[in-house]
């Protein structure tokens, strides 16, 4: 058995965090060989319900969970954590779009950038998913001038799922039929859901599909406005399946993206990638391997998708002028 890792989960207590301690502790990020220790974050209001949780967990008696921490303090939270994954954060409601929350939420990630910094582990990897995602990534990376920028990522890996199970959807397929669907730039309404390099049993989905006028006025949409559907429906914000994409992002980051696929993260913009400019955190496909993500170079857009992605870099770059006061002193 190897020596546990520590992972830190904020906002423990809360609709993410339901889901996401159980699947974490049976070993669904990091293997069965893996054992982990749980660092959970919360408000002191939140504490008492943080505390059940904890004893359902222990009520699982999970082989894997070999400790756990509940805290409301950030510093003993990251405490030498190995993963950091940064739920905590209010949810949208009916009618608001997630960038409405940017105020409210972005203060959250400047201490907790910091305390990322001052206690984290040296290997530590950072994924922010209380919204609006990417920014707030970029609030708590610029507030962590220490840990390397390619250590931090926001989550568009629920975005790439729901894109995948509408095109299995739409073929006709499984969903593990579905191969190299993209998500460009933004976790919002203006994210681009690309299938233009996609696969379907090895074939370009593009012609499997044969139908554009679905991609542009029925899958693209879809996938844009999924977390609005969802709270329509449910009256609170995915939970479940944000929590099974925290799991799916992290294993592709741990334990490698298979050979010939690809998956999305929001990372930063720091090599110019398809001339998105330098210092926000924008949504590539990436492969993943020994804990490390590569951006996959060199495809080729529809202008339609290029058209996209200058309005969704433009809607990054306007919600970083909003919180230019939050982003600390990192170059
Ligand atoms: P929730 O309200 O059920 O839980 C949030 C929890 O965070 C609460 O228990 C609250 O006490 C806690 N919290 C608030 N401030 C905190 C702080 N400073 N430190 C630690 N904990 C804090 O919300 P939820 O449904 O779990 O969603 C959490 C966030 O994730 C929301 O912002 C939501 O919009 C976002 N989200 C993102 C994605 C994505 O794909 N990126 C998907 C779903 C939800
Ligand atoms: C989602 O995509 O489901 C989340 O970001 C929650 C939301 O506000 O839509």
């Known amino acids: 058995m190897k020596s546990p890792i520590r992972v830190t989960v904020t906002g423990a207590a809360g609709q993410i965090g339901y889901s996401l301690l159980f699947r974490l502790a049976a070993g669904d990020a990091f293997g069965p060989e893996q054992p982990i220790i749980l660092q959970m974050l919360e408000i002191p209001p939140a504490m008492q319900a943080l505390k ?12 894997l969970l070999h400790d756990m921490v509940l805290t409301d303090d950030p510093a003993v939270a990251f405490r030498d954590t190995n993963w950091a994954l940064l739920v905590g954060a209010k949810p949208r409601g009916k009618g608001q779009e997630r960038s409405d929350l940017i105020r409210d939420n972005g203060p959250i990630f400047v201490g907790q950038g910091r305390a990322i910094n001052e206690n984290a582990a040296p290997d530590v990897r950072v994924l922010v998913v209380g919204n609006p995602a990417n920014t707030n990534c970029l609030i708590a990376m610029s507030n962590a001038p220490d840990v390397p920028k390619e ?9 790439h799922n729901r894109a995948v199970n509408q095109v299995a959807k739409k073929a006709g397929v499984h969903v593990t039929d579905v191969q190299r669907i993209a998500i460009w730039g933004n976790h919002s309404a203006t994210q681009v859901p690309d299938l233009n390099h996609a696969l379907i ?3 370009p989905a593009p012609q499997v599909i044969g139908d554009e006028t679905w991609v542009r006025d029925t899958f693209i949409p879809t996938v844009q406005q999924r977390g609005k559907a969802v709270i329509e ?56 391997r020994d804990g490390h993500y590569s951006v996959v170079n060199g495809l080729e857009h529809p202008d339609y998708i290029g058209e ?5 870099t433009q809607e990054l770059l306007r919600e970083r002028a909003v919180v230019e006061d939050l982003l600390g002193s990192r170059p």
């Open 52 to 63: 059940g949780v904890a004893m359902e967990l222990e009520d699982c008696a999970f082989p």
């Open 151 to 159: 250590r931090f990522a926001a989550m568009t890996r629920l975005d």
């Open 201 to 203: 049993r090895g074939e």
């Open 233 to 288: 429906m449910r009256g609170h914000s995915s939970a479940a399946s944000a929590a099974n994409a925290i799991i799916d992002h992290v294993r592709s980051l741990a334990l490698g993206t298979p050979e010939g696929d690809w998956v999305s993260m929001a990372v930063p913009s720091e090599l110019g990638e398809y001339g998105v400019p330098e210092g926000i955190i924008f949504s590539y496909p990436v492969t993943c």
């Open 308 to 312: 996209m992605i200058e309005v969704t």
